[in-house]
């Protein structure tokens, strides 16, 4: 037995293993999911500016009504890991 | 036009049944076997081969899936006129698959016990069962199929070099089945 007999052999295998639709229609089929990737840019520039508002105005002097804003990066995190969550789901495997 | 009433038009000996066929994966047919055999003349020929084949099979045969008959035939077809090209020719340029495949049996053929092919079927079942979905089918698409390992990384959103690195552990795995069954000594 040599590589061309076992090309051969792999030939008859049963018609379970084998999926005879045409490659270029799958690629087709297969479209870049582009939202994702700008999803997870929004989510990190949300981050950012969350974080960011925090060093620009440093607790002491912030107003009362901005004391809700220190919670700010961590309700980020969780929203953007559960919306990647979500997302990553969603994606074909 | 279905596959069962293209199974009636061919068993009634119909002359659309010819039409009919090339209509039905016509270009998939077209593209395995020139993947395989790699110029015009040798398709054309394998192809001719390929419809006188099915319209002397189909009477008695019991086809379940007449696309994966059509292209099962079309392959097989392609890769015994391509052995004995290769053997009267001696291959100007060996495919990929042959050089990739040939990892499995090492440098020295003659190391290789003769086998019964219904045996290495079996054991190719046994092996393609014990491989995770996605393994099995870019192991599949690649051998079976022939595509490029481009293709199927794009198919699969992998990287090529992933697409590489897991055939190359797939052949390995298959090098152990092969040697465990006493096919390659």
């Known amino acids: 037995m040599n590589s061309a007999q076992l090309l051969r052999a792999i030939g008859d295998v049963d018609s379970v293993y084998v999926d005879v639709t045409p490659i270029e229609e799958l690629i087709r089929k297969k479209k870049p999911i582009i939202w994702i990737k700008w999803c997870a840019v929004a989510a990190c520039l949300a981050l950012m500016a969350g974080c960011g ?3 620009v105005f440093p607790q002491d002097n912030t107003p009362v009504w901005m004391i809700h804003l220190d919670i700010m990066p ?10 990647l969550t979500v997302l990553l789901r969603r994606l074909p495997s | 036009m279905d596959d069962h009433e293209l199974l009636e038009l061919l068993r009634a000996r119909s002359e659309s049944a010819v039409s009919a066929l090339s209509d ?8 395995i076997a020139f993947r395989i ?3 015009d003349e040798d398709v054309q020929e394998c192809l001719n081969d390929v419809y006188m084949k099915i319209w002397t099979v189909t009477e008695n045969k019991d086809i379940r899936e007449l696309k994966y008959y059509i ?3 079309t392959r097989n077809t392609a890769v015994d006129m391509y052995n004995k090209h290769k053997a009267e020719r001696c291959a100007e340029r060996e495919l990929a698959v042959f050089e990739e495949l040939q990892e499995c049996f090492g440098s020295c053929d003659d190391a290789v016990a003769l086998t019964d092919a219904i045996v290495i079927t079996d054991t190719l079942h046994a092996f393609l069962a014990t491989l995770p979905a996605q393994e099995r089918w870019v192991f599949m698409r690649r051998y079976w199929n022939m595509d490029s390992i481009r293709q199927i990384a794009s198919v699969c959103g992998k990287r090529e070099d992933a697409v590489r690195k897991m055939l190359s552990r797939t052949r390995q795995k298959l090098k152990i089945q092969l040697e ?3 096919i390659i000594l």
């Open chain 2, 24 to 31: 039905t994966c016509g270009a998939y047919r077209c593209t």
């Open chain 2, 71 to 73: 292209a099962s035939v």
């Open chain 2, 180 to 182: 465990k069954e006493g």
């Open chain 1, 53 to 55: 508002w925090r060093i």
């Open chain 2, 37 to 39: 055999l790699q110029n």
């Open chain 1, 74 to 83: 961590l309700i980020h995190l969780v929203l953007i890991r559960r919306t």
